[in-house]
């Protein structure tokens, strides 16, 4: 049986996004990162998935729960294909009043994947942003390993073809969502994630869940 890995996402300079890797054995599973990212804090949300079928694309995506070391995680996995420019598929949750509140205090957020060994990318999006030039963080999977991905805030940034809108504000989030890095295009790819926190500085409110 693999053991899981704690990752600390780092930033190299101010454009190249790199992974520092501490390798943590764990017998219940990987831990979460340092104790400068805060406290962490679980959010929940219903998931979604889509494709390019829309835009006349030929990608693929499924979505299936699955039971990654006793929690509900969420696979995905289908093909990135070349059929159109910038083709596309894209999967997330969508974030409830509880998790919108928790973002205004957070410092980092953090997540576990079992991934394919591919790249893959986390999305900020913002009400500001009206070239779909969003917030992004590139992250590396290890093939077949459950990994804790953490990344500060701080460290979002809009592509270099975007137009600016200065640094990531909490405040004018609209949504969150993953996708699949452009290296991989055509290509297969299979990515499962559970275990979404938010963590925010100690002593923090945390408000209660709310059930639906």
């Given at each position: ?132 030039g ?19 805030l ?24 993953w ?34």
């Open positions: 049986m693999k053991t899981g890995k704690a990752v600390r996402v780092a930033l190299c300079g101010t454009a190249v996004a790199v992974l520092v890797v501490a390798l943590t054995a764990c017998g219940t599973g990987p831990k979460s990162g340092s104790a400068d990212d805060g406290v962490p804090v679980p959010v929940f949300g219903h998931w979604f998935s889509y494709d390019d079928s829309g835009d006349g694309g030929t990608s693929t995506i499924t979505m299936t729960e699955v039971d990654e070391e006793g929690a509900e995680a969420r696979h995905f996995g289908g093909f990135l294909s070349d059929g159109i420019e910038n083709s596309y598929v894209a999967f997330g949750f969508e974030l409830d009043d509880r998790t919108m509140e928790l973002f205004r205090s957070a410092t980092a957020l953090s997540f576990m994947v079992r991934g394919d060994g591919q790249r893959y990318v986390i999305q900020l999006l913002s009400g500001t942003v009206k070239d779909h969003h917030f992004l963080y590139t992250f590396k999977t290890e093939d077949g390993d459950a990994v804790r991905i953490t990344v500060p701080a460290h979002f940034f809009q592509p270099g073809w975007a137009q600016p809108v200065g640094r990531f504000n909490a405040q004018s989030l609209i949504g969150m969502q996708s699949i890095h452009d290296e991989i295009r055509p290509g297969n790819y299979s990515l499962t994630v559970w275990d979404f926190r938010l963590h925010v500085p100690e002593g923090t409110e945390i408000p209660p869940v709310v059930s639906n």
